[in-house]
């Protein structure tokens, strides 16, 4: 249901059709790399927040972890992420497809500049088995993104190295 909602989100955009499926699954960053057969920084992870009553998902690199204090320096408050009944109800995605398109519109989106080294990225779709691949202007276009912020550590430390 969530993939068909992505992909009926992303034909304006004249996307849906690069939407992957798998045959195993693509929940977590590991999984997902391991299908597309790329390196797990490739991944772009949506995690789920809530600030104040607002929902709000970062999409990440793969090897991105939240930064706590990068965090609250941006948005104020601890961060705080959505449990997996939070996220499906608040994002309309489940846990594992959760993705930056096709969700309410009172879902505030940001891209961490984590996802800047990269000419394309992988996002899910929309369920635990599917990706697309989108350059980054093309998924700050369909993700309808509110802007670039930098609350992510552990990147910086492989891009040193």
Not at 15 to 41: G, K, M, N, W
Not at 51 to 75: E, H, M, S
Not at 145 to 154: L, M, P, Q, T, Y
Request: aromatic share 8%; with cysteine; net charge negative.
């Amino acid at each position: 249901m969530s993939l068909e909602k992505v992909r009926t989100y992303l034909e304006p955009f004249g996307l849906a059709e690069r939407i992957q499926t798998f045959d195993v699954s693509s929940a977590t960053v590991e999984l997902a790399a391991a299908a597309l057969h790329c390196e797990p920084c490739r991944i772009a992870k949506t995690l789920s927040f809530m600030v104040g009553d607002t929902p709000i998902l970062i999409v990440a690199a793969g090897d991105a972890k939240v930064d706590n204090p990068r965090y609250k320096a941006q948005f104020g408050t601890k961060a705080r992420m959505l449990t997996k009944d939070e996220a499906l109800e608040k994002t309309g995605h489940a846990v594992g497809g959760v993705c930056p398109f096709a969700v309410p519109q009172n879902v505030r989106i940001y891209l961490d500049v984590s996802l800047r080294r990269f000419e394309t990225v992988f996002p899910a779709a929309g369920s635990a088995n599917s990706a697309i691949e989108l350059t980054l202007p093309e998924l700050e276009t369909a993700s309808k993104a509110a802007g670039w912020i930098d609350v992510c550590k552990a990147w910086r430390d492989s891009e040193q190295q």
